[in-house]
Protein backbone atom coordinates (compact mmCIF):
# COMPACT_ATOMS: atom_id res chain seq x y z
CA UNK A 1 0.00 0.00 0.00
CA UNK A 2 1.70 3.06 -1.18
CA UNK A 3 1.29 6.33 1.19
CA UNK A 4 0.78 9.63 -0.64
CA UNK A 5 0.96 11.80 2.19
CA UNK A 6 4.20 12.64 3.44
CA UNK A 7 3.51 13.96 7.28
CA UNK A 8 1.50 13.18 10.11
CA UNK A 9 -0.84 16.22 9.46
CA UNK A 10 -1.71 15.82 5.66
CA UNK A 11 -2.48 11.93 6.23
CA UNK A 12 -4.75 13.53 9.92
CA UNK A 13 -6.26 16.09 7.66
CA UNK A 14 -7.25 13.89 5.18
CA UNK A 15 -9.04 11.36 7.86
CA UNK A 16 -10.35 14.24 9.25
CA UNK A 17 -12.30 14.62 5.36
CA UNK A 18 -13.33 11.02 4.56
CA UNK A 19 -14.51 10.73 8.37
CA UNK A 20 -17.12 14.00 7.70
CA UNK A 21 -18.09 12.27 4.23
CA UNK A 22 -18.13 8.69 5.86
CA UNK A 23 -18.52 8.20 9.75
CA UNK A 24 -20.42 11.72 10.47
CA UNK A 25 -22.68 13.26 7.85
CA UNK A 26 -24.46 9.91 7.27
CA UNK A 27 -25.79 10.41 11.04
CA UNK A 28 -26.60 13.97 10.51
CA UNK A 29 -23.69 15.15 11.96
CA UNK A 30 -20.85 17.96 10.96
CA UNK A 31 -17.26 18.72 11.61
CA UNK A 32 -16.30 22.42 11.79
CA UNK A 33 -14.80 22.62 8.09
CA UNK A 34 -11.84 24.86 9.50
CA UNK A 35 -10.71 22.46 12.56
CA UNK A 36 -7.18 22.03 12.44
CA UNK A 37 -5.34 18.46 13.74
CA UNK A 38 -1.59 17.28 14.33
CA UNK A 39 0.19 15.21 15.83
CA UNK A 40 1.36 16.34 19.23
CA UNK A 41 1.10 15.61 22.88
CA UNK A 42 -2.27 16.66 24.79
CA UNK A 43 -1.33 19.33 27.14
CA UNK A 44 -2.86 17.06 29.77
CA UNK A 45 -2.28 13.37 31.09
CA UNK A 46 1.51 13.57 31.29
CA UNK A 47 4.50 11.18 30.23
CA UNK A 48 5.02 8.67 32.77
CA UNK A 49 1.15 8.58 34.44
CA UNK A 50 -0.72 5.64 34.25
CA UNK A 51 -3.18 6.65 32.52
CA UNK A 52 -2.51 8.47 29.55
CA UNK A 53 -4.77 11.23 27.30
CA UNK A 54 -3.93 9.82 23.60
CA UNK A 55 -6.25 13.28 22.14
CA UNK A 56 -7.03 16.54 23.30
CA UNK A 57 -9.48 18.67 21.78
CA UNK A 58 -9.22 22.88 22.10
CA UNK A 59 -12.43 25.12 22.09
CA UNK A 60 -12.48 28.19 19.83
CA UNK A 61 -12.27 30.36 22.41
CA UNK A 62 -8.55 28.67 23.38
CA UNK A 63 -7.58 29.51 19.90
CA UNK A 64 -6.10 32.86 18.77
CA UNK A 65 -7.25 31.83 15.03
CA UNK A 66 -10.65 31.28 16.94
CA UNK A 67 -10.62 27.35 15.46
CA UNK A 68 -11.15 24.28 17.37
CA UNK A 69 -7.27 22.70 17.45
CA UNK A 70 -7.21 18.66 17.62
CA UNK A 71 -3.85 16.76 18.80
CA UNK A 72 -3.49 13.31 18.77
CA UNK A 73 -0.62 11.91 20.63
CA UNK A 74 2.81 11.04 19.45
CA UNK A 75 2.49 8.06 21.68
CA UNK A 76 0.07 6.49 18.86
CA UNK A 77 1.03 4.76 15.77
CA UNK A 78 -1.65 2.35 14.84
CA UNK A 79 -4.03 3.87 11.91
CA UNK A 80 -7.73 2.37 13.07
CA UNK A 81 -6.75 3.22 16.44
CA UNK A 82 -5.41 6.65 15.59
CA UNK A 83 -8.78 7.73 14.15
CA UNK A 84 -11.22 6.00 16.57
CA UNK A 85 -9.51 8.69 18.87
CA UNK A 86 -9.86 11.43 15.83
CA UNK A 87 -13.30 10.36 16.17
CA UNK A 88 -14.09 11.25 19.72
CA UNK A 89 -11.60 14.40 19.54
CA UNK A 90 -14.12 15.29 16.39
CA UNK A 91 -16.85 15.01 18.28
CA UNK A 92 -15.74 17.59 21.19
CA UNK A 93 -15.31 19.79 17.68
CA UNK A 94 -18.92 19.81 17.06
CA UNK A 95 -19.81 20.45 20.30
CA UNK A 96 -16.54 23.26 20.83
CA UNK A 97 -15.61 21.33 23.97
CA UNK A 98 -19.35 22.68 25.23
CA UNK A 99 -20.38 19.64 27.17
CA UNK A 100 -17.50 17.23 28.39
CA UNK A 101 -18.52 13.48 27.92
CA UNK A 102 -21.91 14.25 28.78
CA UNK A 103 -25.28 13.62 27.64
CA UNK A 104 -24.96 15.68 24.32
CA UNK A 105 -21.56 14.17 23.83
CA UNK A 106 -22.58 10.74 24.53
CA UNK A 107 -25.20 10.92 22.58
CA UNK A 108 -23.55 11.93 19.20
CA UNK A 109 -20.62 9.15 20.37
CA UNK A 110 -23.28 6.50 19.89
CA UNK A 111 -24.69 7.62 16.89
CA UNK A 112 -21.35 7.58 15.02
CA UNK A 113 -20.28 4.17 16.38
CA UNK A 114 -18.34 5.25 19.98
CA UNK A 115 -18.52 3.03 22.73
CA UNK A 116 -17.58 2.61 26.45
CA UNK A 117 -16.90 5.09 28.94
CA UNK A 118 -17.19 8.13 27.77
CA UNK A 119 -13.78 9.74 29.02
CA UNK A 120 -12.03 6.82 27.18
CA UNK A 121 -14.28 5.39 24.01
CA UNK A 122 -13.78 2.54 21.60
CA UNK A 123 -14.84 1.77 18.39
CA UNK A 124 -17.30 -0.44 18.28
CA UNK A 125 -17.31 -3.06 15.38
CA UNK A 126 -19.38 -1.09 12.79
CA UNK A 127 -17.42 1.74 13.40
CA UNK A 128 -13.78 -0.31 13.34
CA UNK A 129 -15.14 -1.83 9.89
CA UNK A 130 -15.65 1.92 8.09
CA UNK A 131 -12.05 2.86 10.29
CA UNK A 132 -9.99 0.10 8.07
CA UNK A 133 -12.27 1.10 5.00
CA UNK A 134 -10.75 4.63 5.28
CA UNK A 135 -7.56 3.44 6.10
CA UNK A 136 -7.63 1.61 2.76
CA UNK A 137 -8.27 4.73 0.95
CA UNK A 138 -6.01 6.33 2.91
CA UNK A 139 -2.96 4.49 3.26
CA UNK A 140 -0.17 4.33 5.96
CA UNK A 141 -0.03 6.51 9.23
CA UNK A 142 3.49 7.89 8.05
CA UNK A 143 4.22 8.04 12.02
CA UNK A 144 5.89 5.70 14.30
CA UNK A 145 4.92 5.94 17.67
CA UNK A 146 7.45 7.59 20.24
CA UNK A 147 8.32 5.94 23.74
CA UNK A 148 8.17 8.88 25.78
CA UNK A 149 9.26 7.02 28.89
CA UNK A 150 12.38 6.78 27.78
CA UNK A 151 13.21 10.09 27.62
CA UNK A 152 15.67 11.59 30.21
CA UNK A 153 14.17 13.09 32.86
CA UNK A 154 15.44 16.89 33.50
CA UNK A 155 17.89 17.06 36.57
CA UNK A 156 17.30 19.79 39.73
CA UNK A 157 18.00 22.83 39.47
CA UNK A 158 18.61 23.75 42.47
CA UNK A 159 21.93 25.21 43.88
CA UNK A 160 23.74 21.79 46.06
CA UNK A 161 25.51 23.62 48.94
CA UNK A 162 27.95 21.05 50.96
CA UNK A 163 29.97 21.33 53.78
CA UNK A 164 34.16 20.86 53.38
CA UNK A 165 34.17 19.40 56.63
CA UNK A 166 31.67 16.99 57.31
CA UNK A 167 30.02 16.57 53.97
CA UNK A 168 26.54 17.57 55.37
CA UNK A 169 24.30 18.79 52.18
CA UNK A 170 21.21 20.91 51.00
CA UNK A 171 19.67 22.19 47.89
CA UNK A 172 18.41 25.91 47.08
CA UNK A 173 16.91 27.75 44.63
CA UNK A 174 19.08 29.90 42.64
CA UNK A 175 17.38 32.89 44.22
CA UNK A 176 17.55 31.73 47.50
CA UNK A 177 21.15 31.47 47.40
CA UNK A 178 22.33 34.61 46.59
CA UNK A 179 20.62 35.53 49.59
CA UNK A 180 22.73 33.20 51.87
CA UNK A 181 25.15 35.42 54.03
CA UNK A 182 25.98 32.77 56.66
CA UNK A 183 27.80 30.02 54.88
CA UNK A 184 28.32 28.33 58.58
CA UNK A 185 27.38 24.46 58.32
CA UNK A 186 24.59 24.20 60.54
CA UNK A 187 26.20 21.05 61.97
CA UNK A 188 28.39 23.00 63.98
CA UNK A 189 31.74 20.81 62.49
CA UNK A 190 32.94 24.79 61.77
CA UNK A 191 32.96 24.32 58.08
CA UNK A 192 31.98 26.13 55.50
CA UNK A 193 28.73 25.70 53.24
CA UNK A 194 30.05 25.70 49.55
CA UNK A 195 28.03 26.03 46.58
CA UNK A 196 28.18 23.55 43.60
CA UNK A 197 25.86 23.20 40.73
Same mark, same amino acid.
Given at each position: ?23 ? =? ?24 ? =? ?13 ? =? ?14 ? @? ?26 ? @? ?23 IFAE ?30 ? =? ?20 GGTL????
Amino acid at each position: MTNEYKTREEWLVAATQLLQAQVF =KPVGLEVPSDVKVACSFPSSGGLGRR =KRTIGQCFSRACSDA =KVNEVFISPTEDDAVE @VMGTLVHELIHAIDDCANGHKKPFRDMA @VLVGLEGKMTSTTSSEVLIGKLKKIFAELGAYPHQKLDASQRKKQTTRMIKYECDCCGW =KMRVSRQAAYQIENHDCPTTCGGTLVGTR
